[in-house]
Nanobody, 127 residues
Framework: QVQLVESGGGLVQAGGSLRLSCAAS????????MGWFRQAPGKEREFVAA?????????LYSDSVKGRFTISRDNAKNTVYLQMNSLKPEDTAAYYC???????????????????WGQGTQVTVSS
């Protein structure tokens, strides 16, 4: 059983920055990517960003965060980070990390291809 623990959320003013961390208790052979999703009140959970564990660490971002957020990894620590800059009130949500079993682009953005999830960390951006 893989456990994921997110941290780094909080309250920040618009234009500010936060860095989220996701520490995994172990790697699994079925885990090809690590992804970040978010869910705002009354909305469905949506894809934010993902990074592959292997090679150079291919990344993928949603259009809404591209250019503002950066996902990175530390393989030795089984940890993935999400650096969030130029935050907007619409970024307010609970952020979740998860392990994905497919590196295919169409699957990376689909939460059905993710197996283990963290408990979430709240990010609130005030205007």
């Amino acid at each position: 059983q893989v456990q994921l623990v997110e941290s780094g959320g909080g309250l920040v003013q618009a234009g500010g920055s936060l860095r989220l961390s996701c520490a995994a208790s172990a790697r699994t052979f079925s885990s090809y990517v690590m992804g970040w999703f978010r869910q705002a009140p009354g909305k469905e959970r949506e894809f934010v960003a993902a990074i592959s564990w292997s090679g150079g660490g291919n990344t993928l971002y949603s259009d809404s965060v591209k250019g503002r957020f950066t996902i990175s990894r530390d393989n030795a620590k089984n940890t993935v980070y999400l650096q969030m800059n130029s935050l907007k009130p619409e970024d307010t949500a609970a952020y979740y990390c998860a392990t994905g079993r497919s590196a295919v682009s169409s699957a990376v953005v689909d939460q059905r291809y993710y197996d283990y999830w963290g408990q979430g960390t709240q990010v609130t951006v005030s205007s």
